[in-house]
């Protein structure tokens, strides 16, 4: 969001009109990406003139200024906050985490406790709340389900690599990220590093195809009541994106 309105404001001849900061409670960019993802937005700060503060937590926001932990105090004219994660429906029930998120089993995303309800995607307890994740656990409870009504197998448990593409309307951020949890409740999840060769990065212009791409191809699927990631067109897109990001990524 902030490179989007950095491009934006440029764009509109008044770049030079605003100052953009940029605070996290987070020690590094996009915390749960790694230390590549930390690398790029640091980078991009730095060409974009936007200042990023980490380890900034939120004490107070008072109607001009925000107050943190540290006494820093940051004024502002127009402020965008986002709000921490936490589930918006409590289930009396169900096991849920401290944050109101339903506890899974981890490989096959059912509910702990019980067999025959499962909890993928945001309501799940996986620590990063996104669509591309969403979607394999989604394939993973399909998958599940298959295997137990044919009595066979089930193989195919839910493997957390995040897809992504970042826009910033002049370029884009690609990464994919091998995911582990760590079991520690203020740092959840790392890049996993036993598949570190799987971490990839890039930065590039093109990349904004690669989201268009998928802005076309996944409407496509869902209009016609098909999985995002089974099938040839699957595999061709695949096939695309691999390909793009053995040349704009590493
Ligand atoms: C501003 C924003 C930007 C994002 N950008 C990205 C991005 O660029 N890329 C990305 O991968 N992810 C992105 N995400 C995250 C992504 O949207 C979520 O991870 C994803 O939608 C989760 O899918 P889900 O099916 O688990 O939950 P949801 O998409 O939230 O679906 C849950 C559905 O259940 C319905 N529902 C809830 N309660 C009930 C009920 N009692 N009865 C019936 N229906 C009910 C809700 O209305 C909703 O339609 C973004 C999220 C936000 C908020």
Redesign the pocket.
Known sequence: MVMMVDTYLKRQGVRNKVNITWTTFESGYIQAFGPRLNDVVTEEFKERNITGLKEYIVKEVLPNKVIYQNGEEIPYDVLISFPPYIA??FYKNIPTDERGFIQTNFNDRSVKGYNNIFA?????DFPV???????L??DTVANKIHADLLNSDFKEGFDPV?M????QFDKATFAQVPLRLTGNPTKPIEVDPERIDEYKVGVSPLWRIGKKMLGIYLPMRFRHAEPFHAGAAWKTMELGLKGMSSILAD
């Open positions: 918006s429906v993928p995607g945001d309501a799940g709340k996104q669509a591309f994740l969403a979607f656990q989604a995040s992504c593409v970042m826009e």
